[in-house]
């Protein structure tokens, strides 16, 4: 088997990292950082590049938006087509350090019967297995490094919450307005970042998001706020708000949530569309489709999207 790298072709990029610096507070050996974050960026070399930032979902990692295995995943794509795309790994994920005596406990790590449940639903002929081609047990490349990326979730909901949307707002101050892309658990934080900044969120794509509105989380709490255990208030500006797409897969089970959430979010003021695959030729996607085999042709169908419709409202056109 040949090394990896022979098997990527050539590339020329800017790329980079960066740290966001948490809420500092002091303590008996000194001043310290609570809930600093990682993030990783690649960009095409322009300067117009339109923006992307990519918030992953539950107990995963920024690398959910590069793929796993030998199969690309959003962030390299979304590069591929022009755009500068940062990957943020949420406070106490990736590489985000994940101090217990800071941040508390959290869930217990991943396992393969989990991943299965959760991202690869029962297996399909069909779409089924096209979205999730390859094995489902240990030894399979793909699902091999999608556990070993995953992590428990923080069980202080409403602290992680904040935590990512004050994460996800500081990077906008960097980056400067930008599409916000966020998966499953990773939802809060492009909620918060549209109401408290819109003026640097020209659009959000929630995929899955975490719902349906005010679900009890079990041991992690409860969604006392409808779409997050924090209040990120609502909608309150004279202008247009920034478009929202709600994007729902056609395997996963999830689509009466997303329906849900895409009523709450207009309850707030918000112009949300829902997106299904289903209805556009992807039946059989699950919960993980930022990474699936046909993950490429769901992201040129939100591109599409975006495009097409009267959610495209940014400066710089997918």
Excluded at 233 to 254: N, T
Excluded at 274 to 289: D, I
């Amino acid at each position: 088997m040949p090394a990896p790298h022979r098997n990527r072709p050539a590339e020329t990029l800017r790329r980079g990292e960066l740290w966001l610096r948490g809420e500092l507070r002091d303590g008996s050996e000194g001043t310290w950082q609570e809930a600093p974050a990682f993030v990783q960026w690649e960009a095409p070399d322009d300067d117009d590049a339109p923006v992307a930032v990519l918030v992953h979902g539950g107990g995963g990692q920024s690398t959910d938006w590069l793929g796993y295995g030998d199969h690309d995943g959003w962030a390299r794509r979304l590069v591929r087509k022009g755009w500068a795309v940062y990957l943020l790994d949420r406070p106490g994920h990736g590489r985000s350090p994940y101090l217990p005596e800071r941040m508390g406990g959290r869930t217990p790590g991943a396992t393969y019967e989990l991943a299965d449940r959760l991202f690869l639903g029962p297996a399909q002929d069909g779409a089924g297995s096209e979205a999730w081609p390859w094995e489902r047990s240990p030894g399979e490349p793909h699902l091999d490094e999608l556990v070993a990326s995953s992590a428990g979730m923080l069980l202080d909901t409403a602290r992680a919450h904040e935590q990512d949307v004050a994460r996800t707002v500081q990077l906008l101050e960097r980056t400067g307005p930008a599409v916000v892309v966020v998966h499953s658990a990773g939802a809060p934080a492009g909620w918060g970042a549209l109401l408290r900044r819109p003026d640097l969120v020209r659009a959000v794509v929630a995929v899955e998001p975490l719902g349906p509105p005010y679900r009890d989380l079990g041991e992690r709490g409860r969604l006392e706020h409808g779409l997050s255990a924090v209040d990120l208030g609502r909608w309150e500006s004279d202008g247009p708000p920034p478009p929202v797409l709600v994007v729902s897969a056609g395997a996963s089970g999830r689509a009466r949530d997303d329906e849900q959430t895409v009523a709450h979010l207009r309850a707030l003021g918000l112009e949300a569309e829902h997106l299904l695959l289903a209805e556009h030729g992807l039946p059989g996607n699950g919960h993980g489709l930022v990474f699936e085999a046909t993950n490429g042709q769901v992201l040129d169908l939100v591109l599409d999207r975006l495009r097409r419709s009267s959610l495209d409202r940014t400066e710089h056109r997918p």
